[in-house]
């Protein structure tokens, strides 16, 4: 499985160069307080900051220098909402586990179990009938988030593979088996799909319900991120995908045609952890 690289001097970071004289001036500030010496103006904001903060943030105030050099990450899990769409009130991905469990009461006669699969900033809280066999979530899943050329998948759970597959190992079982037979509340496991470029899911088995419907319904679900352009901050709307595993990958489509790399290729953005990997659009 691939990962990102990290890259030092990217958005997210601050790097300034002195000459020998100017560090050795500056140094009279670096372990002031952002209290001390008020005597100067943010460049951007035109409040009166400290000393240390116009010799060590770039002349600019915390909030100011925070934003252009530490802007908050819109595929960081901790940003991630979404809305319950039993009371379609807004919610963290942290908070809806919580909310869901008071939210969510009996509407029928069809045990069911309500469970949360996420990667990242993208999550989703489902019912599902507990009677149905593994494969049932697993096209769910495809259907929804994963499905671009037909890969095969597995659900790992309790340290054993559940294979979409039917040629299977000796230590692995099929996808066949019934939702009741494995899974409990609190009981959580992981997904795979595709096993060349993967995209691994986090799952849990949140509690049991009743329900009204043999199909999976979704109650909640992560809002798109909100992703800028990295050349023009603009909202970015198409993924490099050679440039994926870099982190500089997020384009608009007017940026994408001045972008350069070795092989520019391009797919758009969509509301899925498959996102930008291998031939996938999104829903259809």
């Known amino acids: 499985m691939k990962k990102n690289n990290l890259n030092i001097g990217k958005s997210g970071s601050y790097i300034q160069s002195l000459s020998r004289e100017e560090h050795d001036k500056k140094l009279r500030?670096?372990?002031?307080?952002n209290t001390e010496e008020m005597n100067y103006t943010c460049k951007e904001c035109k409040k009166i900051i400290s000393a240390h903060n116009n010799d060590w943030h770039?002349?600019?105030?915390?909030n100011c220098f925070n934003k252009n050099y530490f802007p908050d990450d819109p595929l960081d899990p901790k940003f991630s909402k979404g809305s319950c769409r039993n009371c379609k009130q807004p919610f963290s991905q942290r908070a809806m586990k919580k909310h869901l469990q008071t939210c969510l009461k009996d509407t029928g006669v069809i045990d069911s179990f309500l469970i949360r699969a996420s990667a990242g900033p993208f999550f989703i809280y489902l019912t599902i009938?507990?009677?149905?066999p593994l494969s049932f979530l697993d096209?769910?899943?495809?259907?929804?988030?994963?499905?671009?050329?037909?890969h095969l998948s597995r659900f790992i759970i309790n340290k054993i593979s559940y294979m979409s597959d039917d040629e299977l190992e000796e230590d692995e079982k099929s996808m066949l088996t019934k939702m009741f037979a494995i899974l409990k509340p609190g009981l959580k496991f992981t997904y795979e799909y595709d096993f060349g470029t993967t995209t691994m899911l986090e799952l849990e088995c949140i509690s049991a319900i009743k329900t009204n419907t043999e199909k999976p319904v979704i109650i909640a679900r992560n809002n798109l991120p909100r992703i800028k352009c990295m050349d023009c901050k603009n909202p970015a709307e198409v993924i490099c995908t050679?440039?994926?595993?870099?982190?500089?990958?997020?384009?608009?489509?007017k940026c994408a045609k001045k972008h350069k790399c070795e092989e520019?290729?391009?797919l758009p953005i969509v509301n899925s952890p498959r996102m930008g990997m291998c031939g996938y659009t999104g829903e259809d």
């Open 29 to 33: 500030t670096f372990h002031m307080k």
């Open 58 to 62: 770039d002349g600019m105030c915390d």
């Open 129 to 132: 009938p507990r009677n149905k």
């Open 139 to 150: 096209h769910f899943l495809r259907d929804v988030w994963l499905e671009c050329c037909g």
């Open 242 to 253: 050679y440039c994926i595993y870099s982190g500089d990958c997020f384009l608009c489509k």
């Open 264 to 266: 520019p290729d391009f």
